[in-house]
T-cell receptor, first 115, second 109 residues
Framework: GAGVSQSPRYKVTKRGQDVALRCDPI?????LYWYRQALGQGPEFLTY????????KSGLPNDRFSAERPEGSISTLTIQRTEQRDSAMYRC?????????????FGSGTQLSVL | GQNIDQPTEMTATEGAIVQINCTYQ??????LFWYQQHAGEAPTFLSY????GLEEKGRFSSFLSRSKGYSYLLLKELQMKDSASYLC??????????FGQGTELSVKP
């Protein structure tokens, strides 16, 4: 696709439900990052992948959060047993190569609201 | 661990020059990025520095001093459309990219 695509754009769920957020990176992009961003704050690192391998998941807040990228393209961030504090904008970003200077292209994000 | 500090907000006048500072501490350094984020939009790439010195790109320049753990973004000939949040981000040797809290820049006429 032309850009990084995230779905759904908005997700409202009840506390205790599981949610799955999808990211479709730019075609051919090797690296994929997940961030969470609160209003007025910078993006908070969650996890990232090179190809299908999860390289670093140190930013996942707890074991309710998980991510996968089984075929090295589309990625899913899953939050189990959601809590109100999980409400935030979840952003995905991808880069063409694995390299220090590779810039990230961000998607429009999924705005998650947990009631 | 990693820590990035930048001012929360700044105000400047249209046509002026503004410098946004960023200091960082990181376990292994593999480059520093600046991103721009307009309200309600996704961040977009502005610049990348990995060696000491100044990188100039049009009205925007970015400087890095690795020994001081310091960078700045310089915006010249400010325009109203430059009102946005400016995010400093550092990549460590493992490839993890960490962002600062962002500096909200307001450009006044």
């Amino acid at each position: 696709g032309a850009g990084v695509s995230q779905s759904p754009r908005y997700k409202v769920t009840k506390r205790g439900q599981d949610v799955a957020l999808r990211c479709d990176p730019i075609s051919g992009h090797v690296s994929l990052y997940w961030y969470r961003q609160a209003l007025g704050q910078g993006p908070e690192f969650l996890t990232y992948f090179n190809y299908e391998a999860q390289q670093d998941k140190s930013g996942l807040p707890n074991d309710r959060f998980s991510a996968e990228r089984p075929e090295g393209s589309i990625s899913t961030l899953t939050i189990q047993r959601t809590e109100q504090r999980d409400s935030a904008m979840y952003r995905c970003a991808s880069s063409l190569e694995v390299g220090a200077n590779e810039k990230l292209f961000f998607g429009s994000g999924t705005q998650l609201s947990v009631l | 661990g990693q820590n990035i500090d930048q001012p929360t907000e700044m105000t400047a006048t249209e046509g002026a020059i503004v410098q946004i500072n960023c200091t960082y501490q990181t376990s292994g350094f593999n480059g520093l990025f600046w991103y721009q984020q307009h309200a309600g939009e996704a961040p977009t790439f502005l610049s990348y520095n990995v060696l000491d010195g100044l990188e100039e790109k049009g009205r925007f320049s970015s400087f890095l001093s690795r020994s001081k753990g310091y960078s700045y973004l310089l915006l010249k000939e400010l325009q109203m459309k430059d009102s946005a949040s400016y995010l400093c981000a550092v990549k460590n040797q493992g490839g993890k990219l960490i962002f600062g809290q962002g500096t909200e820049l307001s450009v006044k006429p």
